[in-house]
């Protein structure tokens, strides 16, 4: 049977400090992974967000329903496997980020996306002193690598936890100049999806939403606002107890 679709068989959950983190027991037994790896976790509130997961499901696992859990066996089965490759997929985003990419007209969809993504790119000089250049249409145009080099930074000092959310919030939003205002908290992570969404939006007020892609539109934003909160989680103070 899956272990994903196995009875609830436990009455509490509990998170106990180790030398190597934290782990999360229901009763008396650990939880691990898909891949039977012990579910040890950096913080105490990642571990406290998940014990909050598996203490909340009813009669019968839902995963659907624990998107922290999901997200940290993501990390510890697939992530941490194969670390240097995705922070290299990651870091690519920024040789073709979003933001750089300009519409040719008409003049509304221009004025739009200058002053959603300008402040973006104003920050990201501003904070790791490193201008994108901008491209007309949809060719890719290769930024300057040195430059590239300096705004990565970040991403190959990260673990595999958050590593995790990160490459989530840059593979949704297209955007790895997004990814870092998620995580500098520069703008509220809602706020940051509708910056990314604004080719999408513009086109909506012009022909008409679609009900289909809105709705896919509306789980990728939540999917988001939770790789958000993964990254929060897996980056706190390791100690910390959350009131």
């Known amino acids: 049977m899956n272990a994903w679709k196995a009875k609830r068989f436990w009455k509490g959950t509990s998170v106990v400090e180790l030398s190597t983190g934290f782990s999360v027991k229901l009763d008396e037994r650990d939880v691990k992974t898909p891949a039977k790896a012990n ?19 009813q009669e019968e696992i839902d995963p659907h329903s624990m998107p922290v859990t999901r997200a940290a066996n993501a990390a510890i089965d697939k992530v941490s496997q194969q670390q240097k490759e995705v922070t ?40 790791f002193g490193v201008r994108l250049q901008l491209v007309e249409g949809v060719m890719h145009a290769a930024q300057n690598q040195e430059e590239l080099k ?28 997004i990814g870092l205002a998620t995580i500098y ?25 679609d009900e289909e892609d809105e709705e896919a539109a509306r789980y990728k934003e939540s999917e988001f606002v939770q790789a958000t ?15």
């Open 39 to 57: 579910l040890i976790l950096p913080t105490y509130a990642l571990a406290k967000a998940i014990a909050r997961e598996w203490d909340a499901q």
């Open 88 to 127: 290299d997929i990651v870091a690519a985003y920024a040789d073709a980020d979003l933001l750089c990419y300009r519409a040719t007209g008409p003049i509304s969809l221009i004025e739009r996306q200058n002053q959603a993504w300008d402040p973006l790119l104003d920050w990201a000089e501003d904070t």
């Open 150 to 177: 300096k705004l990565t930074a970040d991403v190959h000092k990260m673990d595999a936890f958050a590593l995790t959310a990160f490459h989530e919030l840059v593979s949704l939003s297209g955007s790895f100049v």
């Open 185 to 209: 908290k520069r703008n509220p992570p809602q706020e940051l999806w509708q910056i990314a969404r604004v080719d999408e939006i513009w086109q909506n007020e012009q022909w008409g939403e």
């Open 229 to 243: 909160q993964f990254y929060d989680y897996s980056t706190s103070d390791p100690l910390k107890r959350p009131n």
